[in-house]
């Protein structure tokens, strides 16, 4: 039944990309702020895969109001799904995430960065983007681990990322991600089929996205370390809260 459902919920969101990509280019000539209209229209569309996927969303804490470096903890495929339904966001994720099924598609539609890690020339003008993006008010969602991780711990964040909001002299916002069901994060030797099938064929994904207080400091290391400790607080709190 999970595996039926995991597929049916595929082809919901494969059909509604389809739509969504044909809504967007038939009315694009006729928008003055084409990106605005794009990103528009791709929270739209965030909304509606939340229903697809069964996601239901618990938001604590206060939203930012200003433009800034939005970190995330990492531990599922679908993790650039939640904040990005409420945020107007520029993800940054690795470049492999072009090759996977449906997910690459779609990243590759509404403005991702993508970073090819091993490559320190990619890296470094993947973090002048980010700086550049920051400095012209716009908001950009990072995974400072690096990867998904297979339990509730986080690994060091990278501050790359950091060092790029520090030099744009925007402020850095720590948000946690926490599923409520251990089967909904991804498992070591996991592929990404099985991770999919196992986590969106439930019937429902429940999850705790919180909004921690925005840290602010001239080291990226000192800066990481902040955003760090306030999203494993935030994971660490009793859910019932």
């Known amino acids: 039944m999970n595996a039926i459902r995991a597929w049916m ?31 528009s229209l791709r929270r739209s569309w965030m909304k509606l895969a939340h229903g697809i ?21 990492h531990q599922s495929a679908i993790d650039p799904f939640i ?20 997910i690459g598609f779609a990243a590759s539609k509404t403005g991702i960065l993508f970073v090819k890690r091993e490559m320190r020339d990619h890296r470094r003008a993947v973090r002048d983007k980010i700086r550049v993006y920051l400095s012209l008010g716009r908001s950009i969602l990072v995974f400072p681990e690096g990867t998904v991780s297979p339990d509730a711990s986080i690994m060091p964040f990278r501050t790359g990322a950091f060092r790029s909001a520090i030099e744009a002299g925007r402020p850095v916002y720590p948000v946690a991600i926490r599923y409520f069901s251990l089967d ?58």
């Open 9 to 39: 919920r595929m082809i919901g969101l494969v059909a509604s990309i389809a739509a969504y990509i044909l809504w967007f280019y038939l009315l694009l000539p006729f928008k003055k702020d084409q990106l605005k209209w794009g990103l």
């Open 184 to 241: 909904d994060r991804w498992q070591d030797g996991d592929s990404l089929y099985r991770h999919f099938v196992r986590q969106v064929g439930k019937r429902t994904i429940s999850v705790e996205l919180t909004f921690c207080d925005s840290v602010k400091s001239a080291d990226p290391d000192d800066c990481a370390g902040q955003a760090q400790s306030a999203i494993d607080s935030a994971l660490k709190r009793d859910v019932r809260r």
């Open 83 to 102: 904040p990005m339904r409420y945020l107007e966001l520029f993800p940054v994720g690795k470049y492999e995430i072009r090759s996977y099924p449906l």
């Open 53 to 73: 996927l069964g996601l239901r969303v618990v938001v604590k804490g206060t939203m930012p109001k200003k433009n800034g470096l939005v970190v995330c903890n």
